[in-house]
């Protein structure tokens, strides 16, 4: 009865990945085993990129270079290919940037097949430097850690709003308090209105969806990284080898001190 539970939820998962993509599926062979990732079709100018160097060869013998456990594991470098131990590699190139494409419901679970970037102040538009790829490690967060990154970002729109329209009439009300029952309800209900009014549609107000919240709480994710890198696919098979590629030694550059290697990525 197992084997035909585990079956069918592979049959299913099989026909969601082929109906969220027109791309095939990339297969990434490493020296630590192999992992499959689909391409978002939504990304298209970070999916057709990557899907041509896929099939250029271009990452083949490549490493994942900068690895930080509980954040991600970076490479596709070209520098990196044989390069000797010990030597710091990861050279970006201008010659293949691009816009980013940014969307709300992709974020950084745990197997996010992302790109890196140059910082923003020599990059303000967050355009994706697409001759590298880095794919998410993570941590998982509890609920109580979810609710307090909520807090921590919804907490002061919401302080900034009550000071601008609900403490100007605060002597108001406190002198209603004693005087006048009827009268003081009805003012606060009319300035309590007007708050939630305002918190409802302020900008910049974040929680996190179900989805987000159910991939962060359970495989993990590096949430921080929301809305400014571009995720144009994930690693769906092989999430164990994130994990062995993660858990590596690294040195003083966060280049493990034994190589991972991709050895060859092809499109299946």
Same mark, same amino acid.
């Given at each position: 009865m +197992?084997? *035909?539970i585990?079956? *069918?939820t592979s049959i ?6 082929s109906?969220?993509? %027109?791309y095939?599926?990339i @297969? ?9 990732? *689909? ?10 990129h990557?899907?041509k160097?896929?099939k250029?060869g271009y990452?083949?013998?490549?490493l ?7 954040f991600m ?8 290919k ?6 710091? @590699?990861?050279?970006g190139?201008?010659?293949m ?8 419901? #992709?974020f950084?679970k ?5 790109a890196p970037?140059?910082?923003?102040d020599?990059?303000p538009? +967050? ?6 790829f880095?794919? @998410? #490690?993570g941590?998982? &967060?509890?609920?109580?850690? *979810?609710?307090?990154?909520q807090r ?5 729109? +919401?302080? %900034?709003?009550i000071r601008e329209?609900? /403490? ?5 009300? !406190?002198?209603? %308090?004693? +005087?006048?029952? /009827?009268a ?5 209900d009319?300035?309590?209105? @007007?708050?939630?009014?305002l918190y409802e549609?302020?900008?910049?107000k974040f ?16 949430r921080?990284?929301?809305?400014e890198y ?8 092989g999430l ?6 993660? !858990? &590596?030694e690294?040195?003083s550059y ?9 050895l ?5």
């Amino acid at each position: 009865m +197992k084997k *035909i539970i585990l079956l *069918i939820t592979s049959i299913l998962f099989s026909l969601c990945i082929s109906a969220q993509t %027109k791309y095939p599926t990339i @297969v990434i062979e490493t020296n630590y085993g192999t992992m499959k990732a *689909i391409l978002y079709d939504d990304t298209p100018n970070h999916s057709n990129h990557f899907l041509k160097l896929v099939k250029d060869g271009y990452f083949d013998g490549t490493l994942f270079y900068r690895v930080l456990k509980h954040f991600m594991i970076q490479g596709g470098a070209q520098d990196s290919k044989n390069a000797p131990a010990g030597a710091q @590699v990861g050279s970006g190139r201008t010659d293949m940037d691009i816009m980013p494409e940014f969307h709300d419901h #992709h974020f950084h679970k745990k197997g996010a097949l992302a790109a890196p970037r140059r910082n923003d102040d020599v990059n303000p538009q +967050k355009k994706s430097d697409g001759s590298q790829f880095f794919v @998410v #490690h993570g941590k998982v &967060l509890t609920e109580g850690r *979810i609710d307090t990154l909520q807090r921590a970002v919804n907490v002061p729109i +919401k302080n %900034k709003i009550i000071r601008e329209h609900y /403490s100007p009439y605060r002597p108001q009300l !406190n002198e209603l %308090k004693t +005087k006048d029952a /009827s009268a003081y309800n009805a003012l606060l209900d009319s300035v309590l209105s @007007v708050v939630d009014s305002l918190y409802e549609a302020a900008p910049g107000k974040f929680f996190f969806r179900d989805d987000m919240r159910e991939a962060y709480t359970t495989i993990g994710g590096a949430r921080h990284l929301d809305g400014e890198y571009t995720v144009f696919g994930e690693v769906f098979e092989g999430l164990d080898v994130i994990d062995k590629i993660a !858990n &590596l030694e690294v040195d003083s550059y966060e280049r493990p001190h034994k190589d991972a290697k991709i050895l060859r990525m092809y499109a299946e």
